[in-house]
């Protein structure tokens, strides 16, 4: 447990509050709908009014999770206290920005966050899922069913990569087993959220890493999904996050870097590093962040200039 005392407070606020929004971030990934709908159960089973909000719809991989159909299901017109749970930036909340002026608590694992909210509580764990866990145990353990046992492990398998990423500890594991013995079919949930993507997925991303741009003596690799790839694969932007793991398993490489066109000339920019490698270091000298080995910003104009100032930010970190 990081801090008992903004627990205590956090417990204290939910206790005081009736109407409850949770809030988690655009483009949300297994991590983020795990956290948001596991938390926004075990509140609903706790007697509160409560929403799973999200300024975004729930991706093709993860549209059927449990509860699903409460996802960005809007029911109260107005709240007592708005939770957020793994967003980094209030940008990231989208039209539910507002909801953090008044009482508010984020519940988060990045470093180097913006705070937000009235209350935040940080720790850098594998996953948001984690933490969620930690409170479920210490203020809510009756309401850790198996559904929302799935949906934590849902978040810890896919944002430790299948426990596989530098930041997994001991209490990744100590989350898992937990997890486990209430019936968690942890083969199945890695096997389906995680691995299997679909057909035109895999063989969009078998095209880009084909295609991959190796840099600064191959340390870096770039991976580029243009607007044109993704309409000949009938893919979306949020189908080329995994592709980087591929170029991560070459051994020169300390660096990979996934770059998708948004739209004409603007760029979602994924940055993977190993080791001690600052990820996070990388993506705030264009206004981004996250984890030291995973992090993302936005850039915009022409591919090639954006390449070659990612090539010289990455040059600056090796
Ligand atoms: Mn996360």
Not at 148 to 158: F, M, P, R, S
């Amino acid at each position: 447990m990081k801090d008992q005392k903004i627990l205590d407070k956090i417990i204290e606020l939910i206790d005081k509050s009736d109407k409850i929004a949770i809030v988690t971030h655009i483009l949300p990934d297994g991590d983020a709908v795990g956290s948001a709908l596991s938390l926004w159960k075990v509140l609903t089973d706790y007697g509160k009014k409560c929403d799973c909000l999200c300024d975004s719809p729930l991706s093709l991989s993860l549209k059927d999770v449990p509860f699903n159909e409460f996802f960005d299901k809007k029911t109260q017109e107005t709240y007592d206290l708005a939770i957020s749970v793994d967003v980094s930036e209030p940008t990231r909340t989208g039209k539910y920005r507002s909801l953090f002026d008044g009482n508010s608590i984020s519940i988060d694992h990045h470093k180097g966050r913006t705070a937000f909210s009235k209350v935040n509580y940080v720790d850098l764990r594998s996953s948001t899922c984690e933490i969620i866990l930690d409170i479920i145990n210490y203020a809510f353990s009756q309401h850790l069913t198996k559904d929302v046992a799935d949906l934590l492990y849902i978040g810890l398998v896919t944002d430790t990569g299948g426990f596989a990423y530098e930041y997994v500890d001991q209490r990744s594991h100590e989350c898992a087993i937990k997890l486990l013995d209430k019936g968690v079919n942890g083969c199945s949930l890695y096997r389906k959220y995680f691995l299997e993507k679909p057909t035109q997925e895999i063989r969009m991303h078998a095209e880009v890493v084909s295609k991959a741009i190796f840099e600064l003596s191959s340390e870096l690799a770039i991976l580029v999904f243009t607007k044109e790839i993704l309409d000949k694969y009938k893919c979306d932007i949020t189908q080329t996050s995994s592709a980087i793991g591929n170029v991560m398993n070459c051994q020169e490489v300390k660096v990979g870097i996934s770059i998708t066109e948004i739209d004409n000339r603007r760029f979602k920019v994924s940055i993977r590093t190993k080791g001690t490698v600052d990820a996070n270091a990388i993506a705030s000298e264009f206004g981004g962040g996250g984890h030291v080995n995973a992090s993302g910003c936005r850039l915009n104009g022409d591919i090639g200039i954006v390449i070659d100032k990612l090539v010289f930010a990455v040059s600056k970190n090796l």
